[in-house]
């Protein structure tokens, strides 16, 4: 498995990132996928996961309807779409490739993760 993610950055509260997830290791269509973050001091979270057909996506409440979660597998790639970001929103974001047959809004469902990037949220 090598998940790279990409496209972090600092920016203003309110504005918008568009985060990619890129597996070079794998059949990324045989599998769901997730974004999770960890933001400074606090643990892991689940954010958002989406099905192998991109059918069925997945949010966590505290980024239901400012994040879209997407993805192409002819293009092994995944997308987080991140608007109206707040200052809670800053941490590292890691993606992850489904293991099982968990829930897919479990974190335990989801490894390994791949190398994060970070997303600084400027109030």
């Known amino acids: 498995v090598q998940l790279q993610a990409s496209g972090g950055g600092l920016v203003q509260a309110g504005a918008s990132l568009r985060l990619s997830c890129v597996d070079s290791?794998?059949?990324?269509?045989?599998?769901?996928m997730a974004w999770l973050r960890q933001a400074p001091g606090k643990e892991r979270e689940f954010v958002a996961s989406i099905g192998r057909s991109g059918r069925d996506k997945y949010y966590a409440d505290s980024v239901k309807g400012r994040f879209t979660i997407s993805r192409d597998n002819a293009k092994s790639t995944m997308w987080l779409q991140m608007n109206t970001l707040k200052s809670e929103d800053t941490a590292v974001y890691y993606c992850a490739a489904k293991n099982g047959h968990g829930s897919y809004i479990s974190l335990d469902s989801f490894s390994p993760w791949g190398q994060g990037t970070l997303v600084t949220v400027s109030s």
């Open positions: 290791g794998r059949t990324f269509g045989d599998n769901g």
